[in-house]
């Protein structure tokens, strides 16, 4: 197929729309009070701001956050940190709860409806495409690239997704791919996992990403709306679908991961548990970190409170601090 040629990046007519309901339940105390995105990574950042700013740094400037799940320390963190992108510069940020907008009794039913009872407000800034984007994961990602390859492959979605083992292949859904990359059928947490064609040993799951020109979303959310057996989910529901009846093709992490020199690596994390999420934390206190946040060329922003600087006042045995890096094993 010919590469379409566009004058200005894609990302400049898209919008990200993230969601950020999740209740998080396997993180146990760190979610009695807040949602998943909400919760503090890295001492500092919240998780949301992973994917905030991942589509900011990748030039897009429409962005909208459902939430649902005790969201009150989510939309602060949103309003205090986020509300810098301003109208006049053709920019947008909408902060979109649950709010019973289609029936007395309907809140968000799943993945798919979060955007589906959105459509309206997503239409009247008319982008050309939409990036869906999971809250809750931790990496860098330039979505342009995901954006050019969903122009030139001509998909009705592009489905991000990251390289696993198979041994860990289990725990996620798993996309079975030709050897162009168009998904044969997707897998939810299977037993036998496929591998990646001419790379055994692998496999490629889901990121919770999706590319899609904005009709053909809106048409895909208006079909499912009328299935009376959906689950108004898209892994459970508007991927298989689109695999099995249209074109769904597969973006590899790897070809649009953000590394600094000093990441070797590509980095992606799904911090939905206590272990996961205390790992990913200590990723971070390497002298040479998986994960750079100290890479000024694609910043992770966040809300930062205005506050008095640390000082250390005691010299006495016992009361002083110190930094040391320690294997996983001495902890």
Same mark, same amino acid.
């Given at each position: 197929?010919?590469?379409?040629?566009?004058?200005?990046?894609?990302?400049?007519?898209?919008?990200?729309?993230?969601?950020?309901?999740?209740?998080?339940?396997?993180?146990?105390?760190?979610?009695?009070?807040?949602?998943?995105?909400?919760?503090? /990574?890295?001492?500092?950042?919240?998780?949301?701001?992973?994917?905030?700013?991942?589509?900011?740094?990748?030039?897009?400037?429409?962005?909208?956050?459902?939430?649902?799940?005790?969201?009150?320390?989510?939309?602060?963190?949103?309003?205090?940190?986020?509300? /810098?992108?301003?109208?006049?510069?053709?920019?947008? /940020?909408?902060?979109?709860?649950?709010?019973?907008?289609?029936?007395?009794?309907?809140?968000?039913?799943?993945?798919?409806?979060?955007? /589906?009872?959105?459509?309206?407000?997503?239409?009247?800034?008319?982008?050309?495409?939409?990036?869906?984007?999971?809250?809750?994961?931790?990496?860098?990602?330039?979505?342009?690239?995901?954006?050019?390859?969903?122009?030139?492959?001509?998909?009705?979605?592009?489905?991000?997704?990251?390289?696993?083992?198979?041994?860990?292949?289990?725990?996620?859904?798993?996309?079975?791919?030709?050897?162009?990359?168009?998904?044969?059928?997707?897998?939810?947490?299977?037993?036998?996992?496929?591998?990646?064609?001419?790379?055994?040993?692998?496999?490629?799951?889901?990121?919770?990403?999706?590319?899609?020109?904005?009709?053909?979303?809106?048409?895909?959310?208006?079909?499912?709306?009328?299935?009376?057996?959906?689950?108004?989910?898209?892994?459970?529901?508007?991927?298989?679908?689109?695999?099995?009846?249209?074109?769904?093709?597969?973006?590899?992490?790897?070809?649009?991961?953000?590394?600094?020199?000093?990441?070797?690596?590509?980095?992606?994390?799904?911090?939905?548990?206590?272990?996961?999420?205390?790992?990913?934390?200590?990723?971070?206190?390497?002298?040479?970190?998986?994960?750079?946040?100290?890479?000024?060329?694609?910043?992770?922003?966040?809300?930062?409170?205005?506050?008095?600087?640390?000082?250390?006042?005691?010299?006495?045995?016992?009361?002083?601090?110190?930094?040391?890096?320690?294997?996983?094993?001495?902890?």
């Amino acid at each position: 197929m010919e590469k379409v040629s566009y004058s200005t990046p894609l990302s400049r007519s898209t919008m990200a729309y993230v969601l950020a309901g999740g209740r998080g339940t396997r993180l146990l105390e760190l979610t009695d009070w807040r949602a998943k995105p909400a919760v503090y /990574f890295g001492g500092k950042s919240r998780i949301v701001d992973f994917a905030l700013s991942n589509a900011l740094n990748s030039g897009i400037r429409r962005i909208a956050v459902a939430t649902q799940y005790k969201a009150h320390s989510l939309i602060r963190h949103l309003q205090r940190g986020w509300n /810098f992108l301003q109208p006049v510069r053709n920019e947008s /940020f909408d902060i979109l709860p649950a709010s019973q907008r289609l029936g007395d009794s309907q809140w968000y039913a799943g993945t798919a409806d979060a955007v /589906f009872q959105n459509l309206d407000i997503i239409s009247g800034y008319a982008p050309e495409f939409v990036v869906v984007l999971a809250g809750d994961h931790i990496y860098k990602m330039d979505y342009e690239r995901m954006l050019v390859q969903h122009v030139n492959s001509d998909a009705d979605v592009t489905v991000g997704c990251v390289e696993v083992p198979v041994k860990d292949a289990s725990g996620f859904g798993i996309m079975h791919v030709d050897a162009e990359g168009r998904i044969l059928s997707f897998l939810e947490k299977p037993e036998t996992p496929p591998e990646i064609p001419g790379r055994p040993g692998w496999c490629l799951a889901s990121m919770g990403i999706y590319a899609f020109r904005r009709q053909a979303l809106a048409e895909q959310l208006r079909r499912d709306a009328a299935d009376p057996h959906s689950h108004r989910d898209f892994g459970h529901d508007i991927i298989p679908w689109l695999v099995a009846n249209a074109k769904a093709v597969a973006h590899r992490f790897s070809d649009s991961c953000v590394r600094s020199r000093a990441e070797g690596e590509a980095y992606w994390r799904d911090v939905g548990t206590l272990d996961a999420y205390w790992e990913a934390n200590i990723d971070l206190t390497a002298v040479v970190p998986e994960l750079d946040l100290y890479d000024r060329d694609w910043p992770i922003w966040t809300y930062a409170e205005i506050t008095p600087p640390a000082k250390f006042v005691h010299d006495l045995d016992g009361r002083r601090g110190s930094a040391i890096e320690i294997g996983r094993a001495h902890v």
